[in-house]
Nanobody, 120 residues
């Protein structure tokens, strides 16, 4: 059974920094792309950043230059370093990964979500 477990959310003042982590565990054969999404209250979930297995990254325009996604393939972990945080970054952040399990078909797996709050 595959699962993603996130950590690192919290409350931070505007201009501050947080680092989110998401570790995949279970019977994993391989992990392809990994990414972070966020959902603010009353809004749709949006893609924040992605990283391929080879390390190619992409970001939504609103976080470019402030957020950095990275991964440690040996640890099956993806990170999101968030700097210069703004009130509009407040949301529940979810990690997502395209995983091929040891048995079964590839699929997208989600973490449970971690709250990031930046007071205005």
């Amino acid at each position: 059974q595959v699962q993603l477990v996130e950590s690192g959310g919290g409350l931070v003042q505007a201009g501050g920094s947080l680092r989110l982590s998401c570790a995949a565990s279970g019977s994993i054969l391989s992990i392809n792309a990994m990414g972070w999404y966020r959902q603010a209250r009353g809004k749709q979930r949006e893609l924040v950043a992605t990283i391929t297995s080879g390390g190619t990254t992409d970001y939504v325009d609103s976080v470019k230059g402030r957020f950095t996604i990275s991964r440690d393939n040996a640890k099956n972990t993806v990170y999101l370093e968030m700097n210069s945080l703004k009130a509009e970054d407040t949301a529940v952040y979810y990690c997502n990964a395209l995983i091929t399990p040891v048995s079964g078909r590839s699929g997208h797996y989600w973490g449970q979500g971690t709250q990031v709050t930046v007071p205005s």
